[in-house]
């Protein structure tokens, strides 16, 4: 087995975007000239829970970075091969989007800003809004920045300035949510979103709010 090495990641992410199609594991190992194809996977799996690379197919599985969207347009199958939801963020109209996993925030409705305007509300160091932004690499200096410029919303500023980051999608989001143990914002997510949110997604949202409800007791 290949020793494990940080700069792997980078790498097989940079294979990812460079593609002009979704990649097999063996494809990716070929590419990055280092590795087997199942020492990739668990590389592969590490990146999509960073919210840096999705699974476009499950049999055989098809890997893509999370900001390419040929698998879409190629008509590839998602994990989900039954949901009859297609990629969000194609609509100018942010109502009109339907939400996967793997939507941009930036394409997302203001409802999304209302449910997470509840880091806000009765938070602590440990999981509001300030350890949101550390988490998703913000510096201390960054989040006074926030603060001074966001008034009594930061989360708005905050927000604002992460939807232009790559790692930026609604699944990352509902991961970070749910580490935080923040069952009140994934709860205000299903009820503002309700109508736009695929199936899947929705179950994720439930196994979400579920693990924090089980964690806390």
């Given at each position: 087995m290949a020793a494990s090495n940080p700069d792997w990641k980078d790498e097989i992410l940079a294979v990812l975007r460079q593609a002009t199609k979704p990649l097999k594991k063996d494809e990716v190992a070929k590419k990055?000239?280092?590795?087997?194809g199942k020492d990739v996977n668990k590389y592969l799996y590490k990146l999509k829970d960073e919210g840096k690379a999705k699974q476009l197919q499950k049999e055989p599985p098809l890997w893509a970075s999370t900001d390419a969207?040929?698998?879409e347009q190629a008509g590839a199958g998602r994990i989900d091969g039954d949901s009859p939801c297609k990629s969000g963020g194609s609509s100018s109209n942010a109502n009109d989007v339907i939400i996967e996993e793997d939507t941009r925030v930036a394409s997302l409705p203001y409802g999304f800003l209302e449910a997470a305007g509840?880091?806000?509300?009765?938070?602590?160091?440990?999981?509001?809004w300030e350890k949101f932004a550390g988490e998703v690499g913000y510096s201390l200096e960054d989040i006074a920045l926030f603060r001074s410029k966001g008034g009594d919303n930061p989360v708005k500023t905050l927000i604002t300035d992460w939807q232009t980051k790559r790692e930026a999608t609604f699944g990352r989001f509902i991961?970070?949510?749910?580490?935080?143990?923040?069952?009140?914002?994934?709860?205000?997510?299903?009820?503002?979103?309700?109508?736009?949110?695929?199936?899947?997604?929705?179950?994720?949202?439930?196994?979400?709010?579920?693990?924090?409800?089980?964690?806390?007791?």
């Open positions: 990055v000239g280092k590795m087997s969207s040929f698998g509840h880091l806000v509300v009765g938070h602590t160091l440990s999981n509001g991961q970070l949510m749910t580490s935080m143990n923040r069952a009140d914002v994934l709860g205000a997510l299903q009820k503002k979103l309700e109508k736009q949110i695929c199936p899947h997604v929705k179950n994720l949202l439930e196994q979400g709010i579920k693990s924090v409800e089980q964690s806390t007791v």
